[in-house]
């Protein structure tokens, strides 16, 4: 189908109601919605960058690495309901922090090993981007849920930098290792809106999948809860709970390889505009 032909079809719908009959919040209704606003998240995790003949060392990012486990970053939503029970959906969030340490324990990471007494400096950035299209299986006027089914991208960098204090001798520095591990995770989403009047609503997500594909092998479970109150047809406040559990592992051969076992609990606040 030619482009000139189709336009007319993608403004028709568009610009019809999604559902014909009304329903009781303007959340049931949107054709598109955006929301911005701040995530507040406490990581706990570990990330293993194996490279042989060293041995196998788990690092804890906040007690090794002296990461600050807790950060208030961007987060933002949007939603395109193209037919009636069907939508398009995007979320992206990030958690990105720096610290430093002493090291107690001797560890190693991409290559680079670093004793006792080694002075360190990490900086690790975590971008979540959830991607799907769901269909909505029960639909009335105050309520609809369903599934979705798309990706959940991870894109994980963490780098270490250091050296060995001989005070009052030079320094001596250590070799900078850094490691990025972007990781397309397929998932399933279940969601439920139910609609308490035409101004309060509370939304829940069920993200799950576990799977092995090619180098890459993971497992991810996603919560989230949101209530949302709307001031009018198109503006509204909301807040809300999440939950992010990821252990991603990627294989390079030969006994290479990058693992990240990694917890999110994260509090939302943000401002949504729809029409």
Excluded: C
Aim: hydrophobic residues 40%.
């Amino acid at each position: 189908m030619r482009f000139s032909k189709a336009l007319p079809l993608l403004v028709t719908l568009l610009a019809s109601p999604v559902h014909a009959d009304g329903s009781a919040n303007p959340v049931l209704d949107d054709v598109f919605n955006f929301r911005l606003g701040g995530i507040y998240n406490r990581l706990e995790g570990t990330a293993i960058v194996a490279r042989p003949p060293l041995p196998i060392t788990p690092v804890d990012l906040g007690d090794t690495l002296g990461i600050d486990t807790e950060k208030t970053s961007p987060w933002a939503s949007f939603k395109w309901r193209f037919a009636e029970r069907w939508a398009l959906n995007f979320q992206y969030d990030r958690f990105d922090q720096s610290g430093g340490s002493i090291v107690g324990d001797p560890f190693n990471f991409d290559g680079q090993p670093y004793p006792t007494g080694a002075v360190i400096n990490t900086n690790f950035i975590a971008d979540a981007y959830i991607l799907d299209v769901s269909y909505n299986i029960w639909q009335g006027p105050n309520y609809e849920g369903g599934l979705g089914l798309g990706l959940h991208a991870f894109d994980l960098k963490l780098d270490i930098d250091g050296f060995i204090r001989l005070s009052p001798l030079p320094d001596i520095p250590l070799e900078r290792s850094s490691d990025e591990l972007l990781a397309p995770v397929p998932n399933i989403r279940a969601y439920y809106t139910y609609a308490f009047n035409e101004k309060l609503s509370l939304t829940g997500n069920l993200g799950w999948l576990s799977l092995s594909y090619d180098s890459y092998d993971g497992d991810f479970v996603y919560l989230k809860g949101q209530f949302e109150y709307r001031f009018n047809q198109r503006w509204g406040i909301g807040f809300g709970l999440q939950f992010t559990d990821i252990d991603l592992r990627h294989d390079s051969g030969r006994g290479r390889f990058e693992e990240y076992d990694i917890e999110f609990e994260g509090a939302l606040a943000f401002v949504t505009y729809s029409f």
